[in-house]
């Protein structure tokens, strides 16, 4: 399976997983009287949208160069990573705005039976957060890598809800908030760990040198072409889920422009068939 089909296919299994537990999330919040609960189904909710657009951005990305974009689309990505990240700020500010306004209110104590609730939603995000991560590696997907930590922030808002209700359950009515307070706290860390999925999406958008390992894989498959004598400069630029190169390649001073430029086009043939992720290739020639 390609890259591309894989980080797709990772989409559409965040999509439906977050449908269905937004659903029920809700309902138990709702029926077993938990905020946290509710909290906890908000962001659900706005992670549904979120994949949605991690999809989009996948299959726009991956569209191909033309006149307009020579470099193809894959800038993309990191713009929909922070329209993710717009909607993880947006689910914590609802949270706690939603948990000042229910702190003052009268209401029940929630249900023993939602901690089994969430206990298995604690377990399956958990799982989904394994599997989405697991492709974002394989795919190099900086969008998909934001989606899988929805499902890890989702996992710990969950966890810190079934901390919540216990609290309530097992120390009565004067931590009737407890669920609330610990909403509060998940919401806390969703802010958090939107600062974690930004920084390097914003790193991509501005060309910041973060492949070391890759440039020194290019240098090492560069040595294998004869001819080629050694590599001096290397810049690398990730757009989407590919990494285009600009590489200086010392050669025999006393070669022809025509050896030169043959040398190159071995060179830049190479790394392309060795190194899968490499996209566009430009090969300069330095004489030594």
Known sequence: MS?????????????????????????????????????????????????????????????????????GHGRAE???????????????????????????????????????????????KEISFQYVIKKSRITGSSALKADAWHHRSDAITSIT??????????????????????????????????????????????DENLNEDLIAEIREVSLTVEGILDTEKCFIRKSGMKYHVDLHAIVDGDKSVKEGHELAHKLKDKLESEIESIGNVLIHIEPN
Request: glycine share 8%; hydrophobic share 55%; net charge positive.
């Open 161 to 206: 809800a079934f901390i919540g209700i216990s609290m309530t359950l097992l120390l009565g009515e004067k931590f009737k908030n407890a669920d609330i307070y610990a909403a509060f706290f998940a919401a806390a860390f969703i802010l958090y760990n939107s600062y974690l999925i930004f920084r390097p999406a914003l790193g991509e958008i501005m």
């Open 78 to 124: 990191p713009l929909i990573t922070f329209l993710v990240v717009g909607f993880l700020i947006t689910s914590a500010t609802i949270i706690i705005y939603e948990g000042i306004v229910n702190l003052g209110t009268v209401r029940d104590l929630p249900k023993s039976w939602t901690l089994i609730v969430l206990g298995i939603i604690i377990i399956w």
């Open 3 to 71: 890259k591309v089909k894989t980080a797709i296919h990772a989409s559409y299994f965040s999509i439906i997983g977050n449908a269905t537990l937004a659903i029920i999330k809700g309902l138990a919040g709702v029926f077993g009287h938990s905020y946290a609960l509710i909290a906890d189904a908000i962001e659900s909710t706005t992670d549904i949208f979120a994949s949605i657009l991690v999809l989009i951005g996948l299959k726009y990305s991956t569209k191909p160069a033309d006149k307009s974009h020579p470099y």
